[in-house]
Each structure stands twice: as C-alpha cells, then as structure tokens.
C-alpha cells in the first residue's frame, strides 16, 4: 500500500535490518523534491468535486502518522513519540492502525486505535499491512516476510521471502505481493500467503512499494525507471507482471487504491489522488503538512462507522 531502497537478501537481525531502514529513508529522501521545488514539480490539481471522495486516509509527515478524510478535511495527528513512527496500514474495520515505529531506536510494528490511542508494540520489523480478513499483519521482519496476530501472538516467518518488504496482499488473502532483491535490484513477486510458490515478476522491470488492486486485476507499483536523476514515478501491472503501464510524470511516489479501486491516493510529495489511469489529478488540501508519503486508504469514517452501503 507503498520510494526506497530494497532491504538485504539476509536479514540476520536489528542490526541489519536498521542498516537497511537507512538506505530506505536515504533513497526516500532522494526521491522527494526539496521544499523549494516541491510547489513547481507536484501534480497540477484539475479540481473536481470532492463530494464524491470518501474515507479516511493515514500517511506519514516528518516523522509522525496523520489521518485526514478523504475530501480534505478532518486532519488530525495520531502520533507524538519522541522517534519516528510512519507507513500505516488500516485493519479491516477501520477501528486500528498498524504503522512502523522507531521509538526504540530499531524499527517495530506497532498498532493503535484510529485516534492514536492505545499505542502496542508487536515486532520487530517495518511496511506491516493489514490481511484483507483482519486475522493478521504481514510485515518486513529480520528473517524475512512474517505475519503476526494484531494481539501480538502466532508470530510466523514466510520461507522464500528472504529479503522482502512492503507486503501487499491480494483481495482474497491468498497471495502476497512484495519486492526484495533476491535475484536483483526492485524486484517484485507474488508469494502465496504461506509464503510458497514464489513467482519472480522481473519482466515487469523494476518496482517497489506495491498495492494490490480490490478487484485483483491491478498492482500500483512505484519505479525511477524513467528518471535518470532518481525521481520516481507511479505505474501499474497486471499481477503477472504483464501491460506495465506509467500513470504519473511528476515525480510520483508511494500509491495506494481507494478501497473501491476507483481511486488512487499517492504522495508528490503532497497529498494527491487521481483516477485509475492516472487523469483527473487532485490535491488533497491538507493545511500546515508540506510533506507526505506512504498513505493507506480505508472506507469506515472517523466514528468507526462505514460510509460505503
């Protein structure tokens, strides 16, 4: 559900896994335009009516996790630690948030409330999201892809996912999609949930920060392929890596679909959504954030109650 570098083939332990978060935030930073061009090289608004937009929408901003409605309003800021805590990920219900934190000084995965109560560590590890039934989170840990209960209990390591991260599952649970550098750089793959039958989607090229679409037909991808200076930019594939298709051409990062699959939610480095190819670009007005990343989308409103019949 999301620009970086791709963690070890082996990670042994915090220690590695820390040494990779680095390169991740280092190529993030790289990724992003500097404040100073952030206004000129962002997506160009068209407008559109908001009132069709609904949910809410998690992201991170300098090092802290927000949530914002998806028309614009509502924003409020779920997290205060004194280290970083980013890249949320909605529970099925829309009544928890899983997110990456590094309070401790090692990346986590933690889980709180909607409204940034109730604050639990469950893991050692990063890029959690949540199972499409709600049971489990899968997340980046030292051993590879693991999945863990949201209590904190049944925590379980994929085999043949050495070296993944930003898990994404497929609409019915079965299958994970995931990049690793197993057999090069940003490669991305399908794995079954149990982490078996572990298919190499190269012929995609490069790609990162996967997102799975809710009808299954699509996976959102981020890629520098067409940026000589590193920038990246928002594509899309079919599951088999086939009909790679780029949707942004404005320095475009970290997408996710609406939960309908009608919309796509993407950071440049502000807060942008879009059609599904890639037309009707709109900011999100999000007053007193300049930078975001990393959003998840989910259709219950702040009540916990779901606003799509």
């Not at 791709?6 to 500097?34: H, T």
């Not at 299958?175 to 078996?196: E, P």
Request: glycine share 10%; net charge negative.
């Amino acid at each position: 559900m999301r620009t970086g570098r791709i963690l070890s083939v082996a990670l042994a332990g915090p220690l590695v896994l820390g040494a990779c978060i680095g390169a991740f935030d280092r190529e993030q930073s790289e990724a992003r335009p500097s404040p100073s061009t952030a206004a000129s090289d962002a997506p160009g608004p068209t407008g559109g009516d908001r009132s069709s937009l609904y949910g809410r929408i998690a992201f991170d901003n300098h090092d802290d996790v927000w949530a914002i409605d998806a028309d614009g309003t509502h924003l409020a800021r779920l997290t205060h630690s004194p280290g970083p805590d980013f890249d949320p990920s909605w529970s099925l219900d829309g009544t928890q948030i899983a997110f990456r934190s590094e309070r401790s000084g090692e990346p986590e995965i933690w889980v709180m409330n909607a409204d940034g109560r109730d604050q639990r560590r469950l893991a050692a590890g990063l890029s959690p999201a949540w199972s499409p039934d709600g049971s489990v989170i899968a997340f980046a840990g030292p051993a590879g892809l693991s999945v863990i209960r949201p209590d904190g209990t049944g925590l379980r390591v994929l085999p043949h996912t050495e070296g993944g991260e930003y898990p994404s599952w497929s609409p019915d649970g079965s299958r994970i999609a995931f990049n690793s550098n197993l057999t090069g750089d940003h490669v991305m793959y399908i794995a079954q949930a149990d982490g078996s039958k572990v298919e190499d989607l190269s012929r995609a090229g490069e790609g990162w920060q996967v997102d799975w679409s809710p009808d299954g037909r699509s996976i959102l991808f981020t890629s520098h392929r067409d940026h000589p200076d590193n920038y990246t930019d928002i594509y899309v594939m079919r599951p088999d890596g086939s009909a790679v298709r780029r949707l942004t051409r404005d320095r475009a990062y970290t997408p996710a679909w609406s939960p309908a699959g009608d919309k796509i939610v993407f950071s440049a480095p502000g807060l942008f959504i879009m059609e599904p190819d890639g037309s009707d670009v709109r900011a999100v007005h999000t007053p007193g954030v300049s930078e975001t990343s990393l959003p998840d989308w989910t259709d219950w409103g702040r009540s916990s109650r779901s606003i799509i019949p």
